[in-house]
């Protein structure tokens, strides 16, 4: 219920995830897992790191959350949807265990999805962490190797206040002797991830030591790098059907992370990791980054919802050097969104609204704060109230942006 209610909803033990997969037989020690955790960029690099996998001939699971459209989006085999009987059979089956354990919708979620990666007998299962790290439901596996991307400041009333509190719950998914990726270097919190390390005589790689990320081409479906190892030009031409430019920041953490499965016995060729990098959206179904919905005006969808997520979209926006931006932005109220609200460009012409979630700030108090820092723009009830109006305004050559939370992308009708 988290993402519907918020904190509240968030348990602070692993003791319900570990009495469930107790109880199912510890489906998730019955395949090999690759762990990824961070602010910004775990749904992305988990994607494409499952989207290679499935290329290198892996019969690869896949677990992220929230769902933007149905529930069965954050369980995948293949790139395939959990199927919807066997999600009814698993809580028809299970119900007395659950009214036993009283787990949480995650726990209970966690659970289902480990035991149908066990059922159908994947080779491997890439397995996003939910909120955090350490206390995170997921953090019961014994994984390949544990990735962790950005660090921002987000769920900071659960994670802490300051980038090294919120890095010290993610490194909590650092196992001991298991090799640990960073993917990119934060110099405030290098020394978080090494204390860990150092304690679990895990061995750590800091991606952009070795890797080095050249972009040569950005266009609105895609982007092409050149991809450095050692200063040596490894990977050229290097296509990625993501298109946002905050990509280049979660590559260096998925190749490196690709090599040290290959020493860990994985056959991953080259030809394997353009073939998933170029698809990573078709194989495995990601959707709402940078996602262009339509032309004319060109439209445009994100699901950041951070301080560090919003200043990429910012940026991103700038580069179509649009004439006019009509930005549908709502946001959920546990986030500053105040500090969010004084990114946004005053030029902008802004549409607010409320996604259909408890936890979803009230329109009309995000209108008065965005009023306060000088944003002007309507009010309106629904998501999809917001994107027609936005529509009736917008010219041809102008930019409509659709985001400023998961659940407003969430409630865009053509995703």
């Not at 904190?7 to 602070?12: R, W």
């Amino acid at each position: 219920m988290f993402q519907r209610i918020g904190n509240v909803a968030f348990k602070k033990s692993l003791d319900n995830i570990i009495a469930l997969c107790d109880a199912l037989g510890q489906p998730q020690h019955k395949f090999k897992t690759v762990h990824v955790a961070g602010t910004n960029g775990k749904g992305s690099s988990s994607h494409m790191l499952a989207a290679v996998l499935q290329s290198a001939g892996y019969k690869t699971g896949l677990y992220t959350s929230p769902h933007l459209k149905s529930f069965t989006e954050r369980v995948r085999v293949n790139g395939v949807e959990l199927p919807q009987d066997y999600l009814i059979r698993f809580v028809e089956q299970h119900k007395g265990l659950f009214e036993q354990v009283k787990p949480s919708f995650f726990e209970m979620t966690v659970a289902l999805a480990f035991q149908f990666f066990a059922d159908e007998q994947v080779d491997v299962a890439v397995i996003e962490v939910g909120l955090g790290g350490r206390l995170d439901s997921t953090n019961i596996i014994s994984p390949e190797l544990s990735l962790i991307t950005n660090i921002g400041l987000d769920h900071q009333a659960l994670l802490g206040d300051t980038l090294a509190e919120i890095a010290g719950e993610k490194a909590g998914i650092i196992k001991p002797r298991i090799p640990a990726v960073i993917s990119t270097k934060q110099a405030e919190i290098v020394e978080v991830f090494e204390r860990k390390a150092a304690t679990e005589e895990a061995p750590l790689y800091f991606a952009t030591d070795t890797i080095r990320i050249q972009v040569l081409e950005q266009h609105l479906e895609g982007q092409v790098y050149d991809a450095y190892l050692d200063d040596k030009l490894w990977l050229p031409a290097l296509q990625s059907d993501l298109a946002g430019i905050y990509q280049q920041f979660n590559l260096p953490g998925v190749l490196k992370s690709l090599l040290l499965l290959r020493d860990r016995g994985f056959t991953i060729l080259d030809e394997a990791i353009r073939q998933g990098i170029a698809n990573a959206k078709s194989i495995t179904g990601l959707k709402g980054r940078w996602q262009v919905l339509g032309n004319n005006p060109l439209t445009i969808c994100d699901t950041g919802h951070n301080v560090d997520g919003i200043k990429q979209i910012l940026a991103q926006l700038r580069t179509l050097k649009p004439r006019q931006v009509h930005m549908v932005f709502g946001a959920v109220n546990d986030k500053d969104v105040t500090t969010i609200l004084q990114l946004l460009p005053k030029d902008y012409t802004y549409y607010f609204c409320q996604a259909q979630i408890p936890r979803a700030l009230p329109v009309a108090e995000l209108q008065e704060k965005a009023d306060r820092v000088g944003l002007q723009g309507n009010a309106y009830a629904s998501v999809s109230e917001a994107i027609a109006a936005a529509r009736g305004n917008a010219k041809p050559d102008e930019v409509i942006f659709i985001g400023g939370s998961t659940f407003v992308v969430a409630e865009i009708d053509e995703l």
